[in-house]
């Protein structure tokens, strides 16, 4: 289950009135937007999303005169998911009031030339999911180029692809990080240079006790050095006394030369 921040979160204007609650039996999918401003700097951080979203709501109410922003959930390149008007509730942006009748509508935050991020992915398949299990028969997943009766770009090329590739769909397994063989070697040797840190840096274990044993065997070959260098390698042995002068007998003649 998804965790949808609330319409406080971006401090939403409350809604006039509108076209009410979805019909189970006539909803058909999921209809995927993007705001389409045609800028690239993004919005990225729980402010500036919240300051986009009551932006759009402000110009969906006070310029297209709408009830509320178009759109059901906003779901940002964080993974978080935002409620706008609610998943039950019948939205203003597919294009007519037949296909807003027949679809949802998700607002991608995403800016020109920016891909989903697997977060964003990820998040807005379980909010497709969640989606699903209030209408059963709802399971399409379309491009509001798909829908809109008149030409749009919306929701842009990369969030098509995605939907192609099944990006969305729920239950979809999919590898976001396509590596290189260097860029594995890489994090492989990053890997194991973070498991040697920790192997030595532990507090307990075998890494310790090795640690411990290879400090003493460097003393003891330090202390073997210093005490070569110093002459001390060598067992102290007391002085000899000094041998005795010969003497010849007392009652015996020099031998004649």
Not at 81 to 107: F, H, M, P
Not at 118 to 139: C, E, N, S, W
Request: net charge negative.
């Amino acid at each position: 289950m998804v965790e949808y921040l609330p319409r406080s979160a971006w401090n939403a204007r409350p809604p006039t009135a509108g076209p009410g609650n979805l019909t189970v039996s006539r909803v058909e999918g999921a209809v995927i937007h993007w705001p389409g401003t045609g800028s690239t700097s993004v919005i990225h951080t729980k402010a500036a999303v919240a300051s986009a979203l009551r932006g759009w709501q402000d110009y969906h109410m006070d310029t297209r005169g709408w009830s509320d922003i178009a759109y059901q959930v906003a779901v940002d390149q964080s993974g978080r998911a935002w409620t706008l008007r609610g998943l039950r509730t019948q939205s203003a942006a597919n294009g007519n009031n037949d296909v807003n009748e027949r679809y949802g509508a998700i607002l991608l935050v995403l800016v020109t030339g920016e891909q989903p991020t697997a977060a964003m992915k990820a998040t807005t398949r379980a909010v497709i999911a969640d989606f699903r299990r209030l209408y059963p028969r709802g399971t399409a997943i379309k491009p509001h180029s798909a829908v809109r009766p008149d030409p749009t770009d919306c929701p842009g090329p990369a969030a098509r692809a995605a939907i192609a590739r099944g990006d969305f769909t729920p239950g979809h397994v999919e590898d976001d990080l396509p590596y290189t063989q260097a860029q594995l070697r890489a994090m492989m040797q990053a890997e194991i240079e973070e498991y040697m840190r920790r192997f030595w840096a532990a507090p307990t274990g075998t890494g310790t006790a090795l640690r411990q044993q290879l400090n003493r065997i460097e003393a003891a070959v330090t202390h073997a050095a210093i005490s070569e260098d110093a002459g001390l390698d060598q067992p102290l042995v007391p002085d000899a006394p000094p041998a005795p002068d010969p003497e010849q007998p007392a009652d015996q003649e020099p031998a004649t030369q």
